[in-house]
């Protein structure tokens, strides 16, 4: 039988911050993209590429065990997905293929506002929620402050209120949620945006021509946006 040739699967966030502008890219590159039900796989109607809609953080592993051929995420995730599984030892190559203009974000270190902080210092000994626990580790070893990380996947901001830890360590745009829980920012450990990347060593030809002819336009939507 002669060997199908598959189509091209791309991975991104089916619900949540970078959902609906991850689409909308997808369509101003002319991907006719079919939505309507909510299913796991949405074919492309007019191009062999198949799109698969899971949770965000799910989409650096997919990418780099190959089962997806690009995916759109944050930084931020696709920086501590890496870092978890080099430390497992699991396969964590990827290939950036731009940086996008959505998804923008900080990762930082927020303390309760009567705190007197006096810089990186006064985290020391202390115990810091976060759902990045690889991220921040990294901080803290650079700047050579001991402290206590505790991996909280939702409710972060509420951890210090509830005397779970200390301080956290949690994404901000506005701040606004932060000063709601009775939080200052305290520390920018990384800046993040959305990124396309791809699996390393792509080889099917087929899937090159057909990134090789979205990267332009990708590009063209990106300055159209500036
Ligand atoms: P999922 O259900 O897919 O796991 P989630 O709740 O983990 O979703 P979202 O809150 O939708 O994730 O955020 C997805 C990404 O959007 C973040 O990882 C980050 O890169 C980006 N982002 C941009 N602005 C913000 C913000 N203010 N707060 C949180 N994330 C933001
Ligand atoms: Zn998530």
Known sequence: PAIESKRLRIGMQKSGRLSIESQALLSSCGLKINLREQRLIAH?????????????????GLVMD???DLGIIGENVLEEVSLQRQIDNESADYEVLARLDFGGCRLSIAVPQEEQYQGVSSLEGKTIATTYPRLLTRYLKQQGVNARVVMLTGSVEVAPRAGLADAICDLVSTGATLEANGLKEAEVIYRSKAVLIQRKGLADAQHQKLIAKLMPRIQGVMQANE
């Not at 492309?44 to 650096?60: C, K, Q, S, T």
């Open 44 to 60: 492309v109607e007019n191009m062999p590429i198949d799109i698969l809609r899971v949770r965000d953080d799910d989409i650096p």
């Open 66 to 68: 190959g089962v997806c």
